[in-house]
């Protein structure tokens, strides 16, 4: 059976070695994905410069449907990754880890770019057939890509955009061979290991679990300046799937922060990058699995960790999106409310949960407090 274009499983003796599954990912990504992509949109010459295989017409967006999957899969390779969800998040990371500089443009702007590349792109080719109106292929800019702000629009050069995964794969491919770097072969391990050896159950992507990982289930959008920071114990379910906070329904988390005037109207979850520029930041006192808050231990919580990032980012408050977690953090119970004791100079607040199985505790007046305390 081929399992790449140049490799039998009869190839291997088994379980594989790490330099057999980095042999085996390379070949197989490079030759059964981006090769046939820059094919259809370049065509192909021999080393003398003679042409065998002409470029497509019209093969633009086929091109984006065979490589738009690399951005995703790259990065959780690159993280070691070990689950079914977080599409949005590993695909944006993925644009991140191919096109680098991006991280030193405009923040605002950039996060409209990813945007539109991910949901009008990836989403629209993959899940309706066709990428939106936002979307434009053209082979007359000298870069694989370029956004127009004035516009809200993306152009984006396939001819330029598949020789860049390839150079970007090649580099990857050299990284993880060096053997000094540790982790980043450990990361690439885990998740090659998961992608060929574990077929996740029907009851297991349902919940969401990522298999065992430590690592944060959201990254903590935490920066200097920050008006205030929401914390919980650990993002739910839904939130899990969707790779998001707060994206439960059910939740008014989004609808309540418009309504008390911290942010200028009710966004989509997928939009909580965005929430440093309102002065907003999130982080969580569990940085592990299980989604189900219920099945946390108290080691669990990582209180020293918690209180060490509120003081060095310094936000003038903290609100604790509920009471439970408040009183694990603090060691007793706890009013609604501003707090007595601080954490540093941040002032805190508990406030009522804003889920959907609290509404009979529901009292919206102790988040306009804190909306009070935070705008003056």
């Known amino acids: 059976m081929w399992i790449t274009p140049h490799y039998q499983d009869t190839d291997f003796s088994w379980p594989l070695s790490l ?24 065509g192909k010459k021999c080393p003398n410069g003679q042409t065998i295989r002409d470029p497509i017409p019209h093969s633009g967006f086929a091109v984006l449907h065979i490589v738009l999957s690399y951005f995703e899969m790259i990065a ?19 644009v991140y880890s191919v096109f680098p500089h991006l991280r030193t443009e405009s923040s605002e702007v950039v996060d409209s770019l990813l945007d539109i590349l991910y949901f009008g792109c990836r989403c629209g080719l993959y899940h309706g057939g066709m990428t939106d109106h936002r979307i434009i292929l053209t082979g007359e800019i000298d870069f694989p890509m370029a956004f127009d702000p004035r516009e809200s629009r993306l152009k984006i050069n396939p001819h330029l955009l598949v020789p860049a995964l390839i150079t970007h794969l090649n580099d990857y491919g ?44 959201f990254p903590d959008i935490l920066c200097p300046n920050l008006k205030v920071v929401f914390c919980g114990a650990a993002a739910g379910s839904k939130s899990w799937q969707h790779g998001a906070y707060y994206a439960d329904s059910r939740n008014r988390f989004w609808v309540v922060l418009f309504r ?44 020293s960790g918690f209180r060490a990032k509120i003081e060095r ?20 119970s706890v009013h609604y409310g501003r707090q007595p004791e ?35």
């Not at 959780?76 to 993925?94: I, P, R």
């Not at 406030?351 to 306009?368: D, K, M, Q, V």
């Open 313 to 332: 980012f310094a936000p003038k408050a903290v609100a604790f999106n509920g009471k439970r977690f408040a009183q694990v953090f603090y060691g007793h």
């Open 174 to 217: 050299k990284q993880i061979q060096d053997i000094k770097n540790r982790q980043l072969r450990r990361n690439f391990e885990k998740r090659f290991d998961f992608d060929a050896l574990y077929c996740p159950s029907s009851e297991d992507k349902t919940r969401g679990f990522n298999y065992g990982q430590a690592n944060p289930i």
């Open 19 to 42: 330099d057999e599954k980095i042999s085996i990912f390379l070949d197989r990504t490079r030759g059964w994905q981006l090769d046939i992509a820059d094919q259809c949109i370049n």
């Open 342 to 376: 601080p954490i540093g100079g941040s002032a805190v607040f508990v406030l009522p949960s804003t889920s959907g199985i609290n509404r009979r505790y529901w009292n919206e007046a102790h988040w306009r407090e804190l909306a009070d305390f935070v705008s003056k």
């Open 260 to 303: 008390i005037g911290l942010i200028p109207r009710a966004l989509s979850p997928h939009e909580f990058r965005s929430l440093p520029k309102y002065g907003i930041g999130f982080t969580e006192l569990v940085k592990k699995n299980p989604a189900n808050g219920s099945r946390f231990s108290s080691s669990d919580f990582d209180i």
């Open 76 to 94: 959780k390779y690159q993280s070691g990754y070990t689950g079914t969800g977080k599409s949005e998040y590993f695909f944006k990371q993925g």
